[in-house]
C-alpha cells in the first residue's frame, strides 16, 4: 500500500486520508465496541485500514467497478465502515439504506441509486430475496453475519471479502471528485432526495470543523449513537476518521448503557438530538453518572431546553454545548455555536443555529432574491453537493448561480448570529398570514403536559390552512383540548394559536428522529 506512485501523491481521498492516518498513528484504537454481554471489541487505525484495503480487493474481484454504487443495507457496526471504506478506495460510491426500514423504501432507494451491489444484514436477508431478485441492477449481494447463509439468490460473505490480500491503493485510480456517498434525505415531506457527495467534500468540511472553535479533535474520544445510513451518521464517522480520533460503539443504545459508557471509555464528545439528552437526564442512573470527561455536547436538529441544560449544568457545568445546523447538500455542517448555559444563548432564543462554519457564505434573502433580514439562508461553499442523483431539475431549482438554496426560512441579527425559524414547506399560511410552525411546537413543549409536539397546517375551508397541534403527553398525565389551546393564548398571537389540538401515542419519525409531518398531513386532512 505505497504512497509512492505519481497517481497517489497530490491525491486527495477518503481512503487515502485515512491510510495516513494509519501510518501515522497505526496502534491508535480507530472503533472500539462495547457489546451488550459487557465484552469489547477494538480495531486500531492500521487495522481498519488493512481490513478496508482487503474488502476493496474482495470487491473488485467480485466485479465491484469504478463508479458503481454500492448500497450497505446493514445494522450500525464495524462491519459497515470497513465496507464503507473498502468501497471507496475502489472508486465506488456508497449509498446508506435504512436497514429497519419497510421493504418498499429499502426497494425503491436501491432502484433509484441503481446499486449493483447490496451489503445485507443476515437478519434482513430473507424478507428482502423477492426484492433483490426484482432489481435488474443488483448483480452482487453481499450477507453480514456469522451464521451459516441459506438463501434462494447467490449470496456472498462479507468476511471472506476481508480475508483477501490488500488493495494496493497505486493501482487504484479513483480521484477526489468521484462520488463517495449517495445520501438520501428524510422525504419528510416527499420523496427522498439522493444527495451526490464527492470525496473532495468531506476532507474540505472536515477542514472547516476543525477550525470552528474545537469542533472536533484528534484527541476526542467520540460516542457514536446514531444510524450510519444518516449525513449525520456517516457523515461524522467519516470526519473523526479524517481527523484522527477514537469512535466507541454501543451494540445497544440505552439512556443508561450511554452513561455507563461514558464513564467506562471516558468519553470525551457526544452528538445527538436534544430529544436524546432529555432521555439521559430521565435515566435513574443519571445522578450518579461521571461526566469528569466530557468536553463537549452537541446538539442538532430540535430546540434545547432550558431545563435540560440546567440538569446538565447543576452537575457537570464543565462541558461546552455546541447547537449546529447542516444539510446534505453541505455535506453536513453548516453553522454552530457555543455555550454553557441557557443564558449564553443569544436573546435567550432556543432557535440559534450559531454562526457559519469557516469557508462557508451565507445570505439571507426574500422570495424576490433580495437580502433580507428574515427570510430563505442560501449557502456559497466548496463543500456543496455535486448534486442530486438522477435529477438535473431539481439541481438546477435548488443551486442557483453558484448558491445552494436550502429551504430553511432563518433570521440574522446585527452580530450575525442565526435563528432557524422553519423549513419553507412547514411555514403555515392561515388567513393570510405565515406562521412558523416551530413556533408554535415551542410554545406547547412549554406546557408541563407535553412530552412531543408537532404543528402542520391542514387544508381548511376558511383559513385556508388550520394551524394544528400533534402532542404526546407525559406518562400519567392528562390535559384538555381547550386547556392546551387556552395555553397558547398566552404565548402565542392570535392567529398563531392552534385551530386544532390532536392527542397520539407517538409522533411518526424517521430513523433521525425527525417527525414525518407528511404522515400527518395525510393521515389527518379532511376528506
Known sequence: MSEHSSGVVGRATIGDAIHRQALRQPNKDALVTYNTDGSQNALTYKEVDLRAASCATGLRELGVQRGDVVAICAPNGVEYIVAYLGALQIGAAVTGVNWAAPLADIEWQIEHAGATTVVIGESRLHECEEILKKLTTVQYVIVVGDSDIRSSIEVTKFSSLVQNTPLDTTESDVNENDIALLVYTSGSESKPKGVLIPHRNYLISTTFSLLSAGYISPDDVYLFVKPFHTIAGIGSITSMLLVGSTLVFLEAVTPDAVLDVVQEARITTISQTPTFYVGLTRSEKFAT???????????????????????????????????????????????????????????????????????????????????????????????????????????????????????????????????????????????????????????????????????????????????????????????????????????????????????????????????????????????
Not at 463543500?383 to 431539481?394: F, I, K, L, P, W
Not at 438546477?396 to 448558491?403: L, M, P, Q, R
Not at 445552494?404 to 435563528?419: E, K
Open 289 to 527: 453518572a461521571d461526566f469528569s470527561s466530557l468536553r463537549t455536547c452537541q446538539t442538532y436538529g430540535g430546540l434545547v431546553s432550558r431545563t435540560m441544560l440546567e440538569t446538565f449544568a447543576n452537575k457537570a457545568p464543565h462541558i461546552r454545548w455546541a447547537s449546529y445546523w447542516g444539510q446534505s447538500e453541505l455535506t453536513q455542517l453548516g453553522t454552530i455555536g457555543w455555550f454553557r448555559t441557557f443564558d449564553d444563548i443569544p436573546a435567550g432564543d432556543p432557535r440559534w443555529i450559531g454562526i457559519p462554519t469557516p469557508g462557508l457564505e451565507v445570505r439571507i434573502v426574500d422570495a424576490d432574491g433580495n437580502d433580507t433580514d428574515t427570510g430563505e439562508m442560501i449557502c456559497r461553499s466548496p463543500s456543496v453537493m455535486a448534486g442530486y442523483h438522477n435529477d438535473a431539475e431539481r439541481t438546477a431549482e435548488t443551486i442557483s448561480n453558484g448558491w445552494l438554496h436550502t429551504g430553511d426560512i432563518v433570521h440574522r441579527d446585527n452580530d450575525g448570529n442565526l435563528f432557524f425559524f422553519d423549513r419553507i414547506k412547514d411555514m403555515v399560511k392561515t388567513g393570510g398570514m405565515n406562521v412558523s410552525s416551530l413556533e408554535v411546537e415551542d410554545a406547547l413543549h412549554q406546557h408541563p403536559a407535553i412530552s412531543q409536539a408537532a404543528v402542520v397546517g391542514l387544508p381548511d375551508e376558511y383559513w385556508a390552512e388550520a394551524v394544528t397541534g400533534f402532542v404526546v403527553l407525559r406518562q400519567g398525565m392528562t390535559v384538555s383540548e381547550s386547556d392546551v389551546i387556552d395555553f397558547c393564548r398566552g404565548l402565542l398571537s392570535a392567529y398563531k394559536v392552534p385551530k386544532r389540538i390532536v392527542f397520539l401515542d407517538a409522533l411518526p419519525v424517521d430513523a433521525q428522529g425527525k417527525i414525518r409531518k407528511r404522515e400527518l398531513r395525510a393521515l389527518y386532512s379532511p376528506g
